[in-house]
């Protein structure tokens, strides 16, 4: 059975309740369709009702049947960028879908940080007002999770002129924003974000039963069902005992999964629009599985290729392959946070949680990451500096979708040498010089030995695309660690002449059974200032 068809019979909703043509809240004014694509459409109506569509930049009247159930859908073809155009769907009733756009269409997915708003980024209030004359529109979603898929979702599309401080996604609109100043087409983006989730919300439960943590949760879920009904039993039966002393128990509410519980973002969120043309997609979520622990960090490597796969083949089965079945995802890798680095290797949850990261970026076809030590802040999990992500993430699309001479990449370790005292790294570097990024000793890269003790590299050595590291202290080395810690930011960062930084990396494969993970509070306080950190220029 087609997979998408098998989530909407799971959902609770009726269709045969629909009594007029209605359409999701993502086909509606202001909208953003992928040009030079065949794009589809759907909605509702009454069973084997007909279905006409029309749109201003096409002659011909497009039609279907609902099925017996009442959904209908079609696909419209659409030409080059263009603003100001027109859909019209009729059947019983007549809806006009105005001001719509045709350009390219992204999907931004996340947690908190992908949520953040434009108006917790630094100059967001400069930033937008350059946009305002930009054609770019973002849909915007309320996070919901629900226990089962829904078809539906709320939601509008907002234009650049109306972003304001507590709307709009700060990494989608600076991603935009780069996009269209290089390309001078409509950018659409649609936002689909949600605080605190793990990567397992955003799939479906279905793809995790191989999964330890998925399970453990489950169970944990069950137990707390259990002691709910148990609960609310107990309070019916004081309730009816006594219904004037145990009136606070006469409505006893439902028990309700929690946004974290497997599936349940990707059933609110991403099931309701699962079809809708997009070009690609990006990323921003990982904090919650690392905080989670060494464990879930390490099995981040193998969760997210479940979403990235599965995504691509459901959009493109949905779509009839219409869009791409390995279509591009660029995502973000996690920034410093905490206190900065002391120790040469600081076996902190976070560069294990990256270190996953880039290896699904070595190892998944069409990804990307963007590098993000040089961003963050050593108090707030919810940094201001998240202009640099956006470009970045910019970056990689408008290399590899939009054919523009852009090095999207920093310097990417490929093997090393060893050669007596020194290691000698090699790197792939696009032709890109590397640099640090200021004058002085590169103090960020570890050596040990057979006795796994890391120390500082004393002597650093930049020399085209390979790097010479050794430490006094360290006589026959056998491995090497760069940036290896929780928030590295202060150290002395290698990057390429574009201000395009490396990721951290190990050459060791040791194992790391402990890691140790800096606890307190994630929020700042009323009274703290976030203040952005120095790096180098991107000037691409």
Same mark, same amino acid.
């Given at each position: 059975?087609?997979?998408?068809?098998?989530?909407?019979?799971?959902?609770?909703?009726?269709?045969?309740?629909?009594?007029?043509?209605?359409?999701?809240?993502?086909?509606?004014?202001?909208?953003?369709?992928?040009?030079?694509? !065949?794009?589809?459409? &759907?909605? &509702?109506?009454?069973?084997?009702?007909?279905?006409?569509?029309?749109?201003? &930049?096409? =002659?011909?009247?497009?039609?279907?049947?609902?099925?017996?159930?009442?959904?209908?859908?079609?696909?419209?073809?659409?030409?080059?960028?263009?603003?100001?155009?027109?859909?019209?769907?009729?059947?019983?009733?007549?809806?006009?879908?105005?001001?719509?756009?045709?350009?390219?269409?992204?999907?931004?997915?996340?947690?908190?940080?992908?949520?953040?708003?434009? =108006?917790?980024?630094?100059?967001?209030?400069? #930033? /937008?007002?350059?946009?305002?004359? %930009?054609?770019? %529109?973002?849909?915007?979603?309320?996070?919901?999770?629900?226990?089962?898929?829904?078809?539906? *979702?709320?939601?509008?599309?907002?234009?650049?002129?109306?972003?304001?401080?507590?709307?709009?996604?700060?990494?989608?609109?600076?991603?935009? @924003? %780069?996009?269209?100043?290089?390309?001078?087409?409509?950018?659409?983006?649609?936002?689909?974000?949600?605080?605190?989730?793990?990567?397992?919300?955003?799939?479906?439960?279905?793809? *995790?039963?191989?999964? *330890?943590?998925?399970?453990?949760?489950?169970?944990?879920?069950?137990?707390?069902?259990?002691?709910?009904?148990?609960?609310?039993? #107990?309070?019916?039966?004081?309730?009816?005992?006594?219904?004037?002393?145990?009136?606070?128990?006469?409505?006893?509410?439902?028990?309700?999964?929690?946004? *974290?519980?497997?599936?349940?973002?990707?059933?609110?969120?991403?099931?309701?629009?699962?079809?809708?043309?997009?070009?690609?997609?990006?990323?921003?979520? =990982?904090?919650?599985?690392?905080?989670?622990?060494?464990?879930?960090?390490?099995?981040?490597?193998?969760?997210?290729?479940?979403?990235?796969?599965?995504?691509?083949?459901?959009?493109?089965?949905?779509?009839?392959?219409?869009?791409?079945?390995?279509?591009?995802?660029?995502?973000?890798?996690?920034?410093?946070?905490?206190?900065?680095? /002391?120790?040469? /290797?600081?076996? @902190?949850?976070?560069?294990?949680?990256?270190?996953?990261?880039? !290896?699904?970026?070595?190892?998944?076809?069409?990804?990307?990451?963007?590098?993000?030590?040089?961003?963050?802040?050593?108090?707030?999990?919810?940094?201001?500096?998240?202009?640099?992500?956006?470009?970045?993430?910019?970056?990689?699309?408008? !290399?590899?979708?939009?054919?523009?001479?852009?090095?999207?990449?920093?310097?990417?370790?490929?093997?090393?040498?060893?050669?007596?005292?020194?290691?000698?790294?090699?790197?792939?570097?696009?032709?890109?010089?590397?640099?640090?990024? !200021?004058?002085?000793?590169?103090?960020?890269?570890?050596?040990?030995?057979?006795?796994?003790?890391?120390? &500082?590299?004393?002597?650093?050595?930049?020399?085209?695309?390979?790097?010479?590291?050794?430490?006094?202290? /360290?006589?026959?080395?056998?491995?090497?660690?760069?940036?290896?810690?929780?928030?590295?930011?202060?150290?002395?960062?290698?990057?390429?002449?574009?201000?395009?930084?490396?990721?951290?990396?190990?050459?060791? @494969?040791?194992?790391?059974?402990?890691?140790?993970?800096?606890?307190?509070?994630?929020?700042?306080? %009323?009274?703290?200032?976030?203040?952005?950190?120095?790096?180098?220029?991107?000037?691409?």
């Amino acid at each position: 059975m087609n997979k998408f068809k098998f989530l909407i019979l799971l959902t609770f909703l009726s269709l045969n309740s629909f009594a007029e043509i209605t359409l999701p809240s993502i086909f509606t004014d202001g909208m953003v369709i992928q040009q030079n694509s !065949k794009n589809l459409i &759907w909605g &509702w109506a009454e069973p084997n009702e007909k279905v006409y569509v029309n749109t201003s &930049w096409c =002659g011909v009247q497009k039609s279907t049947i609902a099925d017996s159930e009442g959904n209908w859908e079609l696909f419209i073809g659409t030409p080059e960028h263009n603003t100001n155009q027109k859909i019209v769907v009729k059947g019983s009733n007549t809806i006009t879908i105005k001001d719509v756009s045709i350009g390219e269409v992204w999907l931004a997915v996340g947690q908190s940080n992908m949520h953040r708003n434009i =108006g917790r980024s630094f100059n967001w209030e400069e #930033e /937008v007002d350059n946009a305002l004359d %930009k054609d770019m %529109k973002f849909f915007y979603a309320p996070s919901v999770s629900t226990e089962f898929p829904s078809i539906k *979702q709320e939601g509008n599309w907002l234009s650049a002129t109306e972003v304001n401080e507590e709307y709009i996604s700060a990494i989608s609109f600076y991603f935009a @924003d %780069k996009i269209y100043d290089n390309i001078n087409v409509p950018i659409g983006i649609i936002v689909e974000a949600y605080g605190g989730t793990p990567v397992e919300a955003w799939m479906p439960l279905s793809l *995790q039963m191989d999964s *330890q943590s998925t399970m453990a949760y489950i169970a944990e879920d069950s137990r707390q069902r259990i002691k709910h009904e148990e609960l609310s039993e #107990e309070r019916r039966l004081l309730y009816e005992s006594d219904p004037i002393k145990y009136k606070r128990f006469e409505i006893r509410p439902p028990f309700e999964a929690k946004a *974290q519980y497997p599936g349940a973002t990707y059933n609110g969120m991403i099931n309701p629009i699962v079809g809708y043309g997009i070009k690609g997609m990006i990323y921003y979520q =990982g904090e919650n599985n690392a905080v989670a622990g060494i464990d879930r960090a390490i099995e981040f490597s193998t969760q997210l290729p479940k979403l990235i796969n599965y995504y691509r083949e459901i959009w493109s089965e949905r779509t009839n392959n219409n869009v791409d079945s390995s279509f591009p995802f660029y995502f973000v890798q996690l920034p410093s946070w905490r206190k900065y680095q /002391v120790l040469p /290797v600081e076996n @902190d949850v976070w560069p294990v949680a990256r270190e996953s990261m880039l !290896k699904i970026a070595t190892n998944t076809v069409n990804t990307e990451l963007v590098v993000t030590i040089d961003t963050g802040d050593s108090v707030d999990i919810h940094p201001f500096n998240k202009k640099p992500i956006g470009i970045r993430l910019a970056y990689h699309a408008l !290399k590899n979708e939009y054919s523009k001479a852009i090095v999207n990449q920093g310097p990417v370790y490929v093997d090393y040498l060893v050669n007596g005292t020194d290691v000698e790294l090699n790197f792939e570097t696009q032709g890109a010089n590397i640099v640090s990024a !200021k004058e002085g000793d590169i103090n960020t890269f570890a050596v040990a030995g057979s006795d796994e003790v890391w120390y &500082w590299a004393d002597n650093v050595v930049i020399n085209g695309n390979k790097i010479t590291v050794s430490s006094s202290q /360290v006589s026959s080395p056998v491995a090497v660690r760069y940036a290896w810690a929780l928030n590295p930011s202060k150290r002395n960062l290698i990057y390429n002449e574009f201000g395009m930084p490396a990721s951290p990396f190990r050459t060791d @494969d040791w194992t790391i059974s402990t890691t140790t993970y800096q606890k307190g509070s994630s929020k700042p306080s %009323k009274d703290y200032i976030h203040i952005d950190w120095d790096r180098p220029e991107m000037p691409q």
